[in-house]
């Protein structure tokens, strides 16, 4: 039974009573003060105590956020997760506080937001909804508060991103002393750069049912379900599988599930789920599906079908215990480092991990690498495939586009919506767009746009002049999806203007040409809505490419995803190759523009920065050199080539204390010995791993090979990956079960005879012993511990990685 009652004083009094027996608490407010928080902070710290889940989303909007409230906000607790709405001029005003408990979840949604008169004594209209049976009101608003939580303008609230905001609060209210009426205006703005900004997703793609048959493994399907068969027969139980859009990975992992009891497929759009559900109920019909998510719940169901928005909360992930699944399936597995994914996967425990995934990029990869423990059971792109005559050919037009995004405000992660929008709403513009389409399109077209405002600008053109468009987006209609995209399919209609609403989770194989007027600085998104474009069809010969080519981020780099890398003539060089039937073309200027790009690059060593603050942001503290290697937009191997160390570049950025300064100063020669060191094999940093082990007031004592022996054996068996890639071969076979002698003569014949000839009297061997020729004094011990560590736990990473993709 559901109770609504009108409070209109006192909020604060409520929220005491309920968050006390909570297990879990999401709070949205549009801003917080000092004043608010210092009134939930007692009963927040005793909630976090008592391990209830706390989750607080605010927002910068007008910067009426203070800082200070940030700051502690975040100092109550370490498991509070705050998250800050980047709004970028978008109104940005909910209020709402979502309790959940094991017998009644309560809702407050009104005018109330975190300061001390809107939860006390301030004239403040809420409603409390509470929910004793059924919980509709309750889920729908959970789904649109974790929409908003975990979306992209959100960042993470931490030490390093509160002084950020600062920063930018402090400039604004410089400059804007009073706001006058500003509210009214800022409040009419609907720009968004994306959709997904919005309130979920209108509508749902239901095809119709159809009578396929026994459906059978085909294309890259079969090649990876042999690899993956494999995997298991090696002793692995986690592997991820990277197939390019078009090649059916949701039916690969139905084939993968047949020989498995008890399935769980996580996913993180609704689409995605119903339209997997549908692929195994025909792969696998005798075991019976279900989904759960927010709407629906099927918790005893063969094969269940889970958001992760509503999986990952406490109260449903505590329903399964950790054995409850055989073989659990991660959709889009690039958004598996996530803290959602994690919880999930640390509560788990399964015979099996498989994730499945179209595009991790270079740093999507090194993120999930670990969690899949290096096993890339199958890889292919969509180039090879094409190649491969496995999805449709493409004809790619670089188009010149004239807008200067050089003059358009960058924000870290996109441009300034309203400066974009002035740029891209221009009659001219549009002009320029409709002859490219004209001169290069096929019959059926999907535009991808920057924002809502452009798409319908654009289609309401496109239909001026006499074209059939339909603007879809995350404001259309209910229902206007699913007609907009049968339309397109019959050729009735032809073009749909989006706004990233067919990135992920939605297939419609008839669309021939792509039509991008959008900065895409992105190359995982670029790469999603490429692939929409090259599914095999009846009557479709290849896919048109139309792309608008400006300065704007990235121009310049996302072209070499058009070609093959080949070895030419035996060397390791490589040259690009286009697939048979494809075509890359370039109108003149683009093609000098892209020139001029290239030569313009920033400097390295400030693009290294700008990646370092953004991942220290990202983590609030500085990141470690691994981290950096995992989550950075630049290849970690330039810190070693711009500075020959990790820790010298931090030294550069002024990252580090006195201490550690006068450290990598005085032992520059050892690190940078360690950074540097070849690796044929893995044994050096494996035998400094040893050492290192001992902790940080003796790692750097000599050490023996018997030592070293049990530690060594034991870090190159333990997980299937090392043992295949290092610890198989004639010699090292035979140790697979641990025999000390052996293992240490192999020490001292590889890594210690070898390391102490190459590394220039820096380190010694006296007969089994390896020792440091260095005097490190007492007082610097641990903090070259540290730094050593971060290097040797960095070097194995990138070790493994690179030699895993040669297996």
């Known amino acids: 039974m559901t109770k609504v009652q009108l409070i209109t004083h006192d909020l604060l009094h409520h929220l005491k009573e309920n968050i006390k027996g909570a297990k879990s ?456 999806r699913e007609k907009a995209i049968a339309q397109l399919k019959k050729g009735e209609i032809d073009a749909i203007m989006t706004v990233n609403l067919f990135n992920e989770g939605v297939d419609i194989p008839e669309a021939d040409t792509l039509l991008f007027v959008r900065p895409t600085e992105s190359l995982t998104v670029f790469t999603q809505q490429i692939g929409r474009g090259l599914r095999l069809a009846e009557g479709k010969s290849h896919c048109v490419i139309i792309d608008l080519i400006a300065n704007y981020r990235n121009a310049d780099v996302k072209q070499s995803l058009f070609y093959l890398h080949e070895k030419h003539k035996g060397q390791k060089r490589t040259i690009p190759v286009l697939p048979d039937a494809c075509e890359v073309d370039f109108d003149l200027e683009a093609k000098n523009l892209l020139i001029e790009m290239s030569k313009k690059k920033m400097p390295r060593k400030e693009l290294l920065l700008q990646s370092y603050n953004q991942v220290k942001a990202d983590l609030g503290r500085r990141p470690t050199y691994l981290e950096m290697h995992m989550h950075g937009t630049e290849d970690s191997k330039l810190f070693k080539q711009e500075f020959k160390s990790y820790f010298s570049f931090l030294d550069w950025a002024d990252e580090l204390s006195d201490e550690e300064s006068a450290v990598v100063d005085a032992y520059s020669d050892w690190l940078y010995e360690v950074e540097k060191t070849g690796m044929a094999k893995s044994y050096k940093m494996v035998l400094l791993l040893a050492m290192l082990e001992r902790g940080p007031k003796h790692w750097s004592d000599p050490i023996t090979a018997e030592e070293a022996a049990p530690f060594f054996h034991n870090y190159l068996t333990e997980k299937p990956y090392r043992k295949r890639i290092d610890f198989s071969d004639k010699t090292t076979k035979a140790m697979w079960e641990y025999d000390k002698k052996k293992v240490a003569g192999l020490i001292v014949r590889m890594p210690m005879t070898k390391w102490s000839g190459s590394s220039h009297g820096l380190l010694l061997l006296d007969e089994a012993e390896l020792r440091l020729n260095m005097d490190i004094h007492e007082h610097d011990k641990e903090s070259l511990y540290y730094m050593g560590k971060e290097i040797c736990e960095y070097r194995l990473q990138v070790y493994f990685e690179r030699k895993d993709t040669l297996y």
Request: overall charge negative.
């Open 25 to 480: 608490c999401y709070i949205l407010t549009s801003f917080v003060m000092k004043s608010g928080v210092k009134l939930l902070e007692p009963i927040l710290e005793e909630a976090a105590e008592q391990r209830t889940e706390i989750k607080i989303c605010t927002g910068d909007y007008l910067y009426i956020t203070q800082p200070d409230a940030l700051k502690l906000l975040h100092d109550i607790h370490k498991n509070i997760e705050i998250r800050l709405w980047k709004s970028n001029g978008v109104s940005f005003h909910p209020k709402a506080y979502l309790l959940e408990s094991d017998s009644t979840n309560t809702l407050y949604v009104g005018s109330s937001n975190m300061s001390n008169s809107a939860l006390t004594t301030g004239i403040e209209w809420n409603v409390e909804v509470k929910d004793t049976e059924g919980d509709e009101v309750f889920e729908q608003a959970l789904t649109e508060y974790f929409s908003i939580f975990h979306h992209e303008s959100t960042i993470p609230v931490n030490a390093v991103t509160v002084e950020g905001y600062r920063k930018e609060y402090e400039s604004f209210h410089e400059k804007y002393p009073v706001l006058h009426n500003k509210w009214t205006k800022q409040e009419e703005i609907h720009l968004t750069i994306s959709d997904e900004e919005k309130s979920g997703i209108p509508g749902k793609v239901i095809e119709k049912q159809t009578d396929y048959g026994i459906i059978q493994p085909r294309f890259a399907q079969v090649p990876a379900l042999e690899e993956l068969q494999n995997s298991r027969e090696e002793g692995y139980n986690k592997a991820m599988v990277v197939m390019a859009t078009g090649l059916g990975k949701t039916y690969l992992a139905a084939f993968f599930a047949k020989s498995f009891k008890r399935i769980l497929f996580i996913a993180h759009l609704e689409e995605i789920l119903h339209q997997s559900e549908k692929s195994f109920k025909r792969v696998i019909p005798d075991m019976n599906t279900g989904i759960y998510n927010g709407k629906e719940k099927n918790p005893s169901a063969d094969i269940i079908f889970a958001s992760i928005q509503t999986l990952s909360r406490k109260t449903h992930l505590e329903r399964f215990s950790p054995d409850a699944f055989d073989l659990i399936i991660v959709d889009e597995f690039h958004h598996a480092a996530a803290n959602s994914y994690q919880k999930v996967l640390a509560h788990f425990n399964p015979e099996f991990l498989l994730g499945i995934t179209a595009t991790p990029d270079r740093n999507d990869y090194r993120d999930i690498y670990a969690i899949c423990e290096g096993n890339v059971a199958y890889r292919i792109e969509f180039i090879e495939a094409v190649n491969k005559k496995w999805l449709a050919p493409f004809s790619y037009y670089g188009v010149y586009d004239e807008t200067d995004y050089s003059k358009i405000r960058w924000l870290g992660t996109r441009y300034d919506a309203d400066e974009l929008a002035a740029a891209q709403l221009k009659m001219s513009l549009a002009e320029k767009i409709l002859a490219a389409w004209e001169a290069c399109k096929q019959t059926r077209t999907l535009v991808f746009c920057s924002s809502i405002l452009q798409a319908d600008f654009l289609s309401d053109y496109f239909n001026k002049k006499g074209y059939r468009t339909i603007s879809l987006h995350s404001q259309s209609a209910p229902g206007l």
